[in-house]
């Protein structure tokens, strides 16, 4: 009796610890870039704050299309960008990110839902715990 007790333990820790590292962690929501990149950020201008940012064209999720512009620095958290002779920023870290998963470049993330350049709808990035 022990023995298939502890047989029957054993494998539901193997099936858990299997199954946590195949788990779909989702996208991370990072907005990778450095100074110089072309990348396609929303063009209504200051006052907007759902802060998308892309690899390729598409819509904002304020719904307008994105616009193609210059990467001029990466720091404290924000990507600085020109449009025009104009200077904007967004933040690095999403609150949301494409959903269309492995394999996809699109590279949308924005602050506020809506759909990534591949007509995905934008997920919910998952917060992950703070390294001390």
């Known amino acids: 009796m022990k023995k298939t007790v502890l047989l029957v333990l054993s494998m539901l820790f193997v099936f858990a610890t299997v199954g946590l590292a195949f788990a779909d962690k989702g996208p991370s929501g990072k907005f990778e870039a450095k100074a110089g990149d072309s990348i396609y950020a929303?063009?209504?201008?200051?006052?907007?704050?759902?802060?998308?940012?892309?690899?390729?064209?598409?819509?904002?999720?304020?719904?307008?299309?994105?616009?193609?512009?210059?990467?001029?620095?990466?720091?404290?958290?924000?990507?600085?960008?020109k449009i025009g002779d104009k200077e904007f920023s967004a933040p690095v870290q999403g609150k949301y990110a494409c959903g269309c998963g492995d394999g996809c470049n699109c590279g949308y993330v924005a602050q506020k839902p809506g759909k990534c350049g591949c007509d995905k709808d934008m997920v919910k990035v998952k917060k992950s715990k703070a390294k001390k």
């Open 42 to 81: 929303c063009g209504c201008g200051a006052g907007c704050d759902c802060g998308t940012l892309g690899k390729q064209e598409g819509k904002c999720g304020c719904g307008q299309d994105m616009v193609k512009a210059t990467v001029t620095k990466v720091e404290k958290g924000k990507v600085y960008y």
